[in-house]
């Protein structure tokens, strides 16, 4: 194992820590830290990769707290978009598209941190608005989290559910998205040799988070995704 292999395997754990703790937030921790060390051609479709049996994992977990009621409009819309999000990486500067959601994560995290009471989205369009946005993000750049945060929160979602339902969205996600790098022929030799340090990384990531949550009150709970958010969307922002 050398210094790239010790690199990729740590940001692993970084990730997949995150996403148990928080239910979201792998990728925009993943890819910016892979970018670096491998380059976005073997860090996007890695991701992509290593997502599905962690996302498996989360579910089976916390699956007493998912309500498929709740999310299978938002998969539905997702899914629908996540072709559009292919098409749109040609059409748009990547820098735009990320700038626009880092001051969407910013704005949106202090606006929920000063304010006491967050806008309840009660009409249907709203699961449609917000499940197409995350599966564009998802299809064009990894990183459908974001959308789908902000519908959970504002549908007061418990920290359990919260992580259960986020979990089935982000797995229907993955495999459209892994399709897609599988498809395109993404899915390389150098690809698959970094998962032979991916994956154990991985599985310590998710098992110290799963171990680690249930130790964190609802309350504290949100404050570490809003943290997270103004963290990530201020990456973003800053390029």
């Not at 969407?104 to 006491?116: D, I, K, Q, R």
């Not at 495999?175 to 599988?182: P, R, W």
């Amino acid at each position: 194992m050398n210094g790239m292999d010790i690199l990729v395997a740590l940001a692993m754990f970084v990730a997949a820590f995150t996403q148990a703790v928080t239910g979201f937030g792998s990728a925009l921790v993943a890819m910016p830290l892979l970018s670096q060390v491998v380059g976005v051609k073997i860090g996007a479709p890695l991701v992509a990769i290593v997502s599905l049996p962690m996302n498996v994992s989360l579910l089976l977990v916390q699956r007493q707290a998912f309500r498929w009621r709740a999310v299978w409009q938002l998969i539905l819309a997702a899914l629908a978009a996540i072709p559009f999000g292919i098409l749109l990486v040609g059409a748009l500067p990547e820098r735009i598209v990320l700038f626009g959601l880092g001051a969407l994560l910013v704005g949106y995290a202090v606006y929920a941190w000063v304010t006491p009471h967050l806008p309840e989205l009660k009409h249907p369009v709203w699961i449609f608005v917000f499940g197409f946005a995350s599966g564009l993000l998802a299809g064009g750049y990894n990183v459908g989290g974001p959308p789908a945060v902000i519908y959970g929160a504002c549908k007061r979602w418990d920290a359990n559910a919260f992580r259960s339902n986020l979990q089935a969205l982000f797995l229907f996600e993955n495999f459209f998205v892994l399709g897609g790098h599988l498809v395109s022929g993404t899915v390389t030799a150098d690809v698959l040799n970094r998962l032979w340090y991916a994956l154990p990384a991985l599985g310590i990531g998710i098992a110290l988070g799963i171990a680690l949550d249930r130790f964190i009150p609802d309350a504290l709970f949100k404050k570490l995704v809003l943290v997270l958010l103004i963290a990530l969307g201020a990456r973003l922002l800053i390029g």
